[in-house]
C-alpha cells in the first residue's frame, strides 16, 4: 500500500501560448509521517523518435509531509526550443509529471499537448522558421494517463512483494556436483534409446514390405500352375471324346492314357492347392 497517494492534477493555464511557464495545482494524501521530502518533476519529449531530446523543464522538493491531504501549485518554465528539432515543435507531443521518494518513483501523470498556430491559415501554410509568438499550446488535462509503481518507503515492511524475502539458509546448502545435470543426462538417454527404437522399428516394417512382395510373386506362380493344371484336364477330356469311336483295345490304351493323364493333373491340381513351402521366413 502506497504512503502517498495522488488525488488529482489541475493545469491551470490551459490553453496558453507555447513559451508561457506550466502551472499545475497538485492535490495529494499522505498517511504516514516520511522521514524525507517528495521530489516532483515535468518532462517534456521533444521528439517521438529519440530521447535525447527530453528535456527536465523544472523540480520541486516538498518536504516535511504533514499526514493527511495537501495542495501545492507546481510552476515549471516553458521548454528550450534549441534543443527541439525545428519539425517536431508543432503537432502532438508528451508532457510527463513524476513524484519520487528517496530517488524512487511512485507516480508518473502523462499528458498529450497539441501546438498550433493561433490561426487557421498559419496552420494551413506553416512558415518554414515556425513563430513561436503565434503558437499556442492545448494540454489535454481530461485524458491524463497515470502510472503507479510500488516502492519501498521508510520501514522494510513497506517494501513491495516483488522483493523477495532474504533465505540465509540457502546460503549453508553445499552444491551437489555429483547430481548436477543428472536429469539432462537421463533425458538425453531416453531420447536416444527412443529414437533407436524407431529405427529398428522402421526397418523392419521395410523387410516386411520386401517379404510381402516375394509372397505376392510366389502367388501369382502359384496361380500360372492352376491355369495350366486346368488346360491340361481339358485338353484330357478332349482327347478321351475323340477316342470314344476306336476299338476296345485302342480304346483300353486310350482309357489307361487317359487314367495317366487324370492323374497327372490330378497331382498338378493337388500341387497347387498344397504349394511347397516357402524357405524365406517372415518376420513380425
Known sequence: MSVVSLLGVKVLNNPAKFSDSY??????????QLQKDLE?????VGSATSSEHDQELDSLLVGPIPIGVNKFIFEADPPDLRRIPNNEILGVTVILLTCS??????????????NEYDS???????????????????VLAE?????RFA?????????PAEFPPEQPEADVVEDD???YGAEEVELEEHLQKELAEEEAKAKAEGEDEEMGGADQTAGAKDDDSDAGSEDLEAESSGSEDEEEGEEEGEGD??????????????ASKESALHPQPNNEVMVH
Open 23 to 32: 502551472h499545475f495545482e497538485i492535490t495529494f494524501e499522505c498517511l504516514e
Open 40 to 44: 516532483w518533476k515535468l518532462t517534456y
Open 101 to 114: 521518494y528517496d530517488g524512487r518513483e511512485f507516480v508518473r501523470v502523462g499528458y498529450y499537448v497539441n
Open 120 to 138: 487557421e491559415e498559419l496552420n494551413a501554410e506553416p512558415p518554414a522558421k515556425p513563430d513561436i509568438e503565434r503558437v499556442r499550446r492545448n
Open 143 to 147: 485524458k491524463p494517463r497515470v502510472t
Open 151 to 159: 516502492i519501498k518507503w521508510d520501514t522494510e515492511d513497506s517494501a
Open 177 to 179: 556436483g555429483a547430481t
Open 253 to 266: 490304351e486310350d482309357m489307361e492314357m487317359g487314367d495317366g493323364e487324370t492323374a497327372e493333373a490330378s
